[in-house]
């Protein structure tokens, strides 16, 4: 997939002025928020937990290196196999070769950011795999050959009617006016691409070191057919999935459903602990787990970033998220949105081709109350943002960095303040201070929009001085 995230602020402007896009966006964001807070409110243990949750994060991205050998360990007792990629182009070989290695044409795969982070359709369609996604919504945008809008709903920027379209055009369907029909029409096509394929592609939920069990928790249950009908299934993970064992599980499968659509548990909670045994009817012929690192040892190393690691994808930030609400996810130009994409993005594709993320939040803070894990996401905006501007040379940075210095040397002298008062209320009255309002070229992008007071027609001091004779 193109990284296009510096065009963030060309790709919002033309997200808000799609009225159809907003409504949608609005609609769904806020439905998913409603439901969060809902679910916590008439679950009084949830605050506690979300506490807990956060302590064994930090407790196993600690020692991670400890957790991922003991998984691997385990993974193989049960007659699983590991792999280890260094990064999205490793991971595309290791996978390619697995379906090379088990001769498999046709490929189905459940809902993983993780595989829309190394582009992995792409791969094995170019090596001859029929690939084809399963999750509805996956299906829907890899039919309109598009990137996930959300990272809980990947098409949820698609209207009905743009659905009915889109499968008349790409499956020569019947015009399909209702919802249900529509998700029948998938069932009938997916079943029987189920019934065909010889190797199921998973993401992973978590991964528990101590058991090796694979945790997969879904809505639609296309990822246990993934997992279990085709002879070979391939899980595919982000290093940071691992925790250490059932109990701390127990903890994340309360708030995870909870935080991302306001379910008390999810529809589907598969644990999968390698491939079929002897004497066992369902399941794999063999199991494959590919970890990926990608940049996130290059955040398991940076103290300020580390945090960022315990995100278990429940989209929550996304939908508090007035930025995300407004831009959507397709503006951040790259699998990951909201304020989690604007935090990560950065390290995992360079900060170079993500410099605008960081700086488009308004820093509320909303996203930091509403996670589950308790990530401070405003604080690693703002790391992100020193370390841009330390190392890139961002357009405008030079001006900012003047206009900063000019203000601080202002601030700095009585006399230059002073000077500054009077001057700034003679140039309001050059740009149209009198009715009140300031409106100077230089500052449109912000008065546009927002309205700007006029200085006052005396300096305080001027009038304190007035007062005393
Ligand atoms: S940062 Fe927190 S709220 Fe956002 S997706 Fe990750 S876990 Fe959920």
């Given at each position: 997939m193109q990284v296009t995230s510096d065009r963030f602020s060309e790709n919002a402007r033309r997200a808000i002025a799609d009225q159809g896009l907003q409504q949608a966006l609005s609609q769904a964001a806020g439905r998913f928020d409603v439901h969060r807070t809902a679910a916590f409110e008439a679950f009084p243990e949830g605050d506690g937990l979300r506490d807990l949750a956060r302590?064994?994060?930090?407790?196993?991205?600690?020692h991670l290196d400890r957790h991922l050998l003991r998984l691997s360990e385990s993974i193989e007792k049960a007659g699983g196999e590991v792999h280890w990629a260094a990064d999205a182009a490793e991971a595309r070989r290791i996978i390619v070769g697995l379906t090379e290695r088990y001769g498999a044409r046709r490929v189905v795969k459940s809902k993983s950011m993780t595989t829309e982070e190394i582009g992995l359709n792409e791969a094995l369609e170019e090596a001859g795999a029929e690939t084809v996604e399963t999750d509805l919504g996956e299906y829907i945008i890899q039919l309109a050959g598009e990137a996930p809008f959300h990272i809980i709903a990947p098409a949820l920027h698609k209207t009905r009617e743009e659905v009915t379209e889109l499968f008349m055009e790409k499956l020569g369907s019947p015009r399909l006016e209702r919802r249900e029909d529509l998700m029948l029409e998938a069932r009938g096509r997916l079943r029987d691409i189920f019934r065909r394929a010889d190797l199921g592609i998973s993401g992973v939920n978590f991964a528990v070191a101590d058991t090796g069990t694979v945790v997969v928790v879904e809505n639609e249950g296309n990822a246990r057919l993934t997992t279990s009908l085709p002879r070979v299934h391939v899980a595919v993970m982000g290093m940071e999935k691992v925790i250490p064992d059932l109990e701390s599980l127990a903890v994340f499968l309360k708030i995870l459903a909870r935080s991302a659509t306001g379910q008390s548990m999810s529809s589907y909670v598969s644990l999968l602990s390698g491939p079929r045994g002897d004497g066992e009817e369902d399941g794999p012929e063999a199991f494959h787990?590919?970890?990926l690192d990608n940049g996130r040892s290059r955040?398991?190393?940076?103290?300020?970033?580390?945090?960022v690691l315990n995100c278990i994808r429940c989209g929550a930030c996304l939908n508090v998220c007035p930025v995300y609400r407004r831009a959507g996810g397709h503006s951040y130009g790259w699998v990951y949105s909201g304020p989690i994409g604007a935090v990560i993005n950065p390290s995992l594709v360079g900060r170079d081709r993500a410099a605008q993320l960081p700086f488009a939040s308004s820093l509320c803070g909303a996203c930091r109350d509403v996670c589950p894990v308790r990530i401070d996401l405003p604080r690693m905006l703002l790391a992100?943002?020193?370390k841009i501007v330390a190392e890139t040379r961002r357009p405008g940075g030079r001006s900012e960095r003047l206009a900063l210095k000019l203000f601080a040397d202002t601030m700095n002298s009585e006399t230059r303040?002073?000077?500054?008062?009077?001057?700034l209320y003679r140039l309001s009255r050059l740009f149209g201070g009198r009715d009140g309002w300031w409106r100077p070229p230089l500052l449109s992008g912000w008065t546009r929009l927002r309205d700007f007071p006029a200085?006052?027609?005396?300096?305080?001091?001027d009038r304190w001085r007035k007062r005393k004779g």
């Open positions: 302590e064994i994060k930090d407790r196993t991205i600690g787990l590919v970890v955040l398991l190393a940076d103290p300020e970033l580390r945090e992100q943002r020193r303040y002073r000077w500054a008062g009077r001057a200085p006052a027609r005396e300096t305080f001091r």
